[in-house]
């Protein structure tokens, strides 16, 4: 039976700070889902490139974003919204890191809200964005919506990652996860990853601590509590793919975990 699916991006989320942030959802979600908090992301780990990776299944060298400049693919690849639009169901997407508008081509997307982190608090930026989704999963019944929470990235690179002020922000979107989970209608599983860590305060290298990402995957279909092993950014597109019995991409090289 096909599922909707609510896709949650944490940028800059290092999971060795669930357990320390001080709020508890992120924590528990692992006895509620099947899990890695081990999985890796593509180098360079940098936002953009990560998400290329992430949408479209294939590494950077693939997709052709090595930095968080977007540049027009030379033998294009349907991104996972375009995948889900191609097969006659609708996505949403809510963000406020304005780069990331071109993951989708114009047009494959119902909604596509853009609420600028730098204009306010980036912890209100964050709760906005989630409150907007939930009207929207309430409102439009879309059948993929990816949210992107943009702030824990930030007060990385604003203070350090690790620091309070990271770890603020990163209870502040485990806040926002647990909100928007408890809403959701039966039908709807949810995955939540991150598309790099961090260290002082910078990203983009190949150590452990930018390159060790959590993924969660929650809902009827999946195991409460499995713990998996060897994850990696480019099987989510995929696994969403088959939860929605969509056709992936030929390009497409991640793995399925459902």
């Known amino acids: 039976m096909s599922q909707k699916v609510l896709l949650i991006l944490v940028d800059g989320l290092r999971p060795d700070a669930i357990d320390r942030c001080g709020h508890p959802f992120l924590r528990q979600l692992r006895e509620e889902s099947a899990s890695c908090m081990e999985s890796r992301t593509v ?6 490139p990560c998400h290329c990776s992430l949408f479209f299944s294939v590494d950077p060298e693939r997709h052709g974003i090595l930095t968080n400049t977007w540049s ?24 406020n890191w304005e780069e990331l508008r071109d993951l989708n081509r114009p047009g494959n997307l119902i909604h596509s809200e853009y609420i600028s982190q730098y204009s306010m608090d980036g912890k209100v930026s964050d709760r906005l964005l989630t409150d907007h989704a939930i009207s929207c999963i309430q409102e439009e019944n879309p059948d993929f919506l990816f949210l ?11 203070k350090g990652w690790m620091t309070e002020h990271y770890l603020d922000a990163v209870a502040n979107a485990s806040a926002c996860i647990e909100k928007i989970w408890k809403s959701l209608p039966e039908d709807w599983c949810m995955v939540v990853t991150a598309d790099h860590g961090g260290h002082e305060r910078s990203h983009g290298c190949d150590i452990p601590e930018d390159m060790t990402i959590p993924i969660y995957f929650a809902g009827r279909p999946f195991e409460k509590g499995k713990k998996l ?7 989510i597109a995929p696994t969403i793919a088959k939860l929605m019995e969509l056709t992936p991409p030929r390009e497409w090289e991640g793995k399925c975990w459902c």
């Open 43 to 48: 180098m360079p780990s940098v936002t953009l």
């Open 148 to 158: 992107y929470l943009g702030f824990t990235d930030e007060a990385g690179h604003d």
């Open 72 to 95: 027009p693919q030379v033998r294009p690849i349907d991104s996972l919204g375009d995948t889900v639009a191609k097969a006659g169901k609708r996505a949403a997407m809510f963000y």
């Open 229 to 235: 092993q060897g994850v990696n950014i480019k099987d």
